[in-house]
């Protein structure tokens, strides 16, 4: 009976040495362990741009209870900005708020797995460096079309050049809104001036002060405009297609549109100020037909283009 008791002791002593041994050799190979972050986009949340994080532990399997712990970089220094369970060996998303755009951000994360009370922290993972691209496309812009008052005509092509002049701009998408030709007699007895104004893609444009010999004369003409055609450097024009062109961040396009002047008849002539400084405002609004892309929200913009001030944005009307 005492030798099976001993034996019995041994068999526990021995149970009990090789599970310390497994025990630390699984600290050990964890704390071997190196994680790295994963990029899952960003988006518009209607007042701010959020960063959605994720993260990869290789070599995790058989692992209980994995946590990541996220860290962004502020000024110098990494901030610890949240922690997610894992789900097998990737973590749950974490998403963080008020991300400032038009700037590269950079993250870091480690693991960790919890032996009673204490922490058992993996390798913290390399830097992961992310772009945000504005959310207000920033353009530079000339207008190639002469100002002035272009007499008994309906229409008037326009063409301008715009460069997309940061670097952290989103592609931004032109697209041809197709006002080729409408029935604007039908059209003002059936709509408000408020919908002429905005129909079809239609963009304003605004020449006031156009200077008298006695007296400055005040006028404003708002025309329809239509997207045609387009051309890069160094290579010739074409229509602008149904899916639209992309201006690349630092790219220049050059565009080429229709004025029409449909929308009052009593109205004969076309008055273009372009980029004259006997005008005291001289704008293209785009409606609709701008998009971003690769930004934080792909979808409808609101762009204008100055001529005078040679500078244009592009944002988005949350309203």
């Not at 309906?154 to 080729?180: E, P």
């Amino acid at each position: 009976m005492k030798k099976i008791a001993i034996l019995v002791l041994a068999i526990l002593m021995s149970c009990c040495f090789v599970f310390c041994v497994s025990a630390k050799t699984h600290k050990k190979s964890f704390k071997k362990l190196k994680p790295i972050v994963i990029n899952r986009g960003y988006h518009f949340n209607g007042e701010d741009v959020e960063q959605d994080l994720g993260a990869k532990l290789k070599g995790a399997k058989g692992y209980k209870n994995v946590r990541f712990v996220y860290y962004h970089k502020y000024g110098k220094k990494f901030y610890k900005v949240g922690t997610k369970k894992a789900k097998g060996i990737k973590s749950k998303k974490l998403n963080i708020e008020w991300v400032e755009t038009g700037r590269i951000h950079q993250y870091k994360v480690r693991a960790y797995i919890k032996r009673g009370r204490k922490k058992i922290y993996s390798k913290m993972s390399s830097i992961k460096k992310i772009f945000v691209p504005r959310n207000i496309a920033q353009y530079k812009v000339e207008c190639l079309t002469p100002a002035g008052v272009y007499k008994d005509r309906k229409t008037l092509d326009i063409s301008f050049k715009i460069t997309s002049s940061s670097k952290y701009n989103g592609v931004t998408i032109f697209k041809n809104n197709k006002l080729d030709s409408f029935d604007f007699e039908e059209f003002r007895k059936t709509n408000t001036h408020a919908l002429k104004f905005y129909y079809d893609n239609s963009i304003s444009l605004y020449e006031v002060i156009m200077k008298g010999t006695d007296e400055e004369e005040y006028t404003s003409h708002k025309y329809f405009f239509g997207l045609k055609s387009y051309r890069f450097e160094n290579s010739g024009w074409k229509t602008i297609p149904e899916n639209g062109v992309k201006l690349k961040s630092k790219q220049t396009i050059y565009l080429t549109g229709t004025l029409y002047n449909e929308y009052d008849p009593e109205e004969k002539d076309i008055y273009f100020g372009g980029q004259s400084k006997s005008c005291n405002q001289s704008i293209l609004y785009f409606n609709e037909s701008v998009y971003e892309y690769k930004s934080p929200e792909y979808g409808e913009l609101f762009a204008y283009v100055n001529f005078l001030d040679g500078k244009g944005t592009g944002y988005y009307d949350n309203d």
